[in-house]
């Protein structure tokens, strides 16, 4: 089918995956931005339940059950576990590989660090307040951008302090979330019917807004949680980025095959005995096993973009497409989702309310499809996202061309 432009779907899918081989022999770590289209559509995957509730995120966590009694009960478990907080965790490792990246550009170049990041941070942090305001409550920039601000000075600290750094501070917070669950399987399980959402915070987006806005503090509590995960997981992947795990070498192989292991072999089946073991594993649900998986992850899309490189298909050159527009289509997919979902919008989350979970699936499809779509077409003539390009506006340096210098004056000789 043409598009608006003379082409074809076929001939944009081409395109984006010449720009992919070209980008990888110029030395661009190719399978990064295959990682981060995998990253942004999978945590969607998690996001579109509290959008197919039909009181909104609110809704999903006040009837928020983990055990099941039919069939549908236990293919919506089955499904929110394959998701929950995995691809959130892949997501935060690659933004610590990018902000490795960035690191090491800077000492190529021999300008200061971290220099003019903490701008970038505080940009990033905005976009979040701004996400979080007029999208969706569940927004991540904010705590990512806290979280950068941190990192920025750590990351070209020595190994030693490197380590330091995230045996204290994992240690800490693993041990916090294990005794709050502790405290949780130990007591009193939760009784009494669930609070009734008032049906104003999906059918009138002003006054979700409102809601985001004065109860700030309360909806934004998960930050306390993600911050100290994420400086972890951040130098994480600055280290793994330095230790050669996207590299086709025995060394990088051996690596990936380490983080196979610890990521399938260990973290999912216990991922899978809490997702199935009730509201009170949330915690270890959500954040403490999930990153232990993310790294399998991160280490079988690595493998298979390194072993495929020569043979661009249809939906490698999709996930890159998503993957170079990542912030945008993160930032899009939750908008339409909204759209979809809300009764300021479509109101399909009430309208399909006992199709769970059979008509999510569907709903994830067409929203991931919608993104591929968005960011095939976008980078036929951008060579960023729109929030992408924004955030490169904001944050580069003007350059003001460089003066001539004025002629020297012609004096007559004596």
């Not at 070209?156 to 204290?168: A, C, I, P």
């Not at 951040?234 to 795990?245: E, I, Q, T």
């Not at 904001?394 to 460089?402: K, V």
């Amino acid at each position: 089918m043409p598009d608006a432009g003379g082409g074809t779907l076929d001939d944009m899918i081409h395109r984006t995956a010449a720009t992919a081989a070209q980008q990888s022999r110029s030395g661009r770590i190719s399978s990064l931005d295959l990682l981060r289209g995998v990253a942004i559509l999978g945590t969607f995957g998690t996001n579109v339940f509290l959008f197919a509730h039909p009181g909104g995120p609110a809704g999903f966590f006040q009837d928020f059950v983990g055990t099941a009694n039919g069939v549908a009960e236990h293919v919506e478990i089955g499904l929110r576990t394959l998701s929950n907080g995995k691809f959130l965790a892949l997501l935060t490792i690659l933004f610590g590989v990018g902000l490795e990246l960035q690191y090491q550009s800077a000492r190529r170049r021999g300008v200061s660090w971290p220099g003019r990041y903490p701008l970038r941070a505080g940009i990033l942090f905005m976009e979040g307040v701004a996400h979080y305001l007029l999208v969706f409550e569940g927004d991540v920039l904010m705590a990512y951008g806290l979280t950068s601000l941190l990192v920025a000075y750590l990351v070209g600290r020595s190994d030693r302090v490197v380590r330091k750094v995230v045996v204290v501070v994992s240690g800490v917070y693993t041990t916090t979330i294990l005794a709050a669950t502790a405290l949780l399987v130990a007591g009193p399980g939760v009784s009494g019917e669930p609070t009734p959402v008032d049906p104003a915070t999906t059918a009138s987006w002003p006054a979700q807004v409102a809601v985001r806005f004065t109860e700030f503090l309360m909806l934004r509590a998960e930050t306390i949680l993600i911050v100290p995960s994420a400086v972890v997981l951040f130098l994480l992947g600055s280290r793994l980025r330095r230790a050669g795990v996207f590299e086709d070498t025995e060394k990088g192989a051996q690596l990936r095959a380490r983080l196979l292991v610890l990521g399938f072999a260990v973290g999912l089946p216990l991922n899978v005995l809490t997702g199935f073991g009730g509201p009170d594993w949330l915690l270890v649900d959500r954040y403490l096993l999930p990153p232990l998986v993310a790294l399998g992850l991160l280490a079988l899309v690595t493998h298979l973009s390194l072993r495929m490189r020569e043979k661009p298909g249809a939906v490698r050159s999709g996930l890159i497409a998503v993957g170079r527009t990542a912030l945008s289509c993160y930032v899009l997919q939750n908008l339409l989702a909204g759209f979809l979902c809300y009764g300021w919008g479509l109101g399909l989350a009430e309208r399909f309310a006992d199709a769970r979970p059979w008509w999510i699936v569907g709903l994830w499809t067409f929203v991931g499809s919608v993104n591929v779509a968005f960011a095939l077409l976008w980078l036929r003539r951008f060579d960023r996202g729109p929030l992408e390009l924004l955030m490169h506006r904001l944050y580069a340096p003007r350059r003001t061309p460089p003066r001539v210098p004025a002629p020297p004056s012609r004096r007559g000789s004596a």
